[in-house]
């Protein structure tokens, strides 16, 4: 059975992390059970034997992956006779893109939602999260996101080319997920499940597919605790 | 011998499309050879069989093919046994991304070319660019790229994900470039094409992928009159 690291708030159902989304959707692709355990920015020691502090983490026996592309390659080369996550070498090379993409929304997303997190994370990470994000943004949690309706229409714009190819394909992936969706579908599920701030307007093609996404696996990424 | 009408200025030299840069470097890694027909913003009439009045227009023989992304597809689809420029089925989905980000980009470099192009266009064309233009941007030309230095840097900044992604590997396509690549440089070849303006620092990662492109296919586009 595998074991993945993923990170939870307070409540431990609660599961928001962009980057351990991508991988709980790879794993549900690949048709793989796993046991997710509920992690804190606190506990650094558990993740000891993947040389990081951060998940998510996957443990396969003795194996620990750590760092969501690493896993989704690994993941791909282990399984290789089930459903693809990339589908060729050229594949691959060009998810690189859609991953980076996923990322840089996350840092976009959390100029919206870094209030949000903070009063839903265990009281043990609190203190944590509140210092490293204030250093790495210089200003106050509540300052950051202070203008954020304001900024809303600039964010909403800026998915110019994941809209304009969701209006000629279902999935970034083509007629079904792949990889490159669940990399992105990330950023938007972590938004969901920790804050009730409507990032996406219900007409719009992304909204529209993060639905589809929302809808795969048995409503997988729907089921956990989250907002609409 | 397939043909292919391409955007040209005042000096007929001057190919500066940036969607038929698409297609020309497309060409190269299939290995064909090209006819290139300087076409004019004027030449409307000359497109007729295509249905449009934009170029690229490919031509072989009865079949007129209009539109970068579906002369792609075509090439792809008629030479299936010479270099591919997807890859694979799910690979020519994941393109759609970087084909539309091309767009895109376009788009954003616009804002610092128009008064450049203009000076460049053919005398039948200018008229007609001018005004499209300044209706499309709701100014003059000269005020769209007014304040173009301001703006670099944030311009710069946007190119997040593609410099993220040529960290680890030399093309968006992987090892060696695929369509996704030439979908993406057409920007970049159209902006060196037609303008000193610098768009990129030398040392960007995504100038050192530039560079390649520049170099690829025996130096295809830095043997085409542009600027540095």
Redesign the interface.
């Known amino acids: 059975m595998l074991r993945m690291y993923d990170l939870a708030g307070a409540d431990p159902a609660l599961r928001f992390s962009p980057y351990c989304w991508r991988i709980r959707m790879a794993l549900a692709h690949k048709g793989l059970d796993v046991e997710t355990i509920p992690w804190r920015f606190s506990d650094r020691d558990l993740l000891g034997p993947s040389g990081g502090a951060r998940v998510p983490v996957l443990v396969s026996g003795e194996e620990w992956i750590a760092d969501s592309w690493r896993i989704a390659n690994w993941l791909e080369d282990r399984y290789p006779d089930r459903p693809?996550l990339?589908?060729?070498?050229?594949?691959?090379?060009?998810?690189?893109?859609?991953s980076?993409?996923g990322?840089?929304l996350v840092g976009q997303l959390a100029r919206f939602l870094l209030v949000d997190i903070a009063v839903r994370l265990d009281a043990r990470d609190v203190d944590y999260f509140r210092g490293s994000r204030e250093k790495r943004f210089g200003a106050t949690l509540e300052d950051v996101v202070a203008d954020r309706d304001a900024r809303l229409p600039a964010f909403r714009e800026g998915l110019?080319?994941?809209r304009?190819?969701l209006k000629?394909?279902p999935?970034?992936?083509?007629?079904g997920p792949?990889y490159?969706d669940y990399a992105v579908f990330g950023a938007f599920q972590w938004a969901r499940a920790i804050s009730p701030f409507r990032i996406l307007e219900r007409d719009d093609p992304v909204a529209q597919w993060r639905e589809r996404l929302l809808d795969a696996f048995d409503g997988l990424a729907r089921r956990s605790p989250g907002y609409d």
Do not use: I, K, N
């Open positions: 693809a990339f589908g060729s070498p050229e594949a691959r090379s060009l998810c690189r893109l859609h980076v993409y990322d840089v110019v080319a994941m304009s190819t000629s394909q999935f970034l992936g083509g007629a792949m490159a």
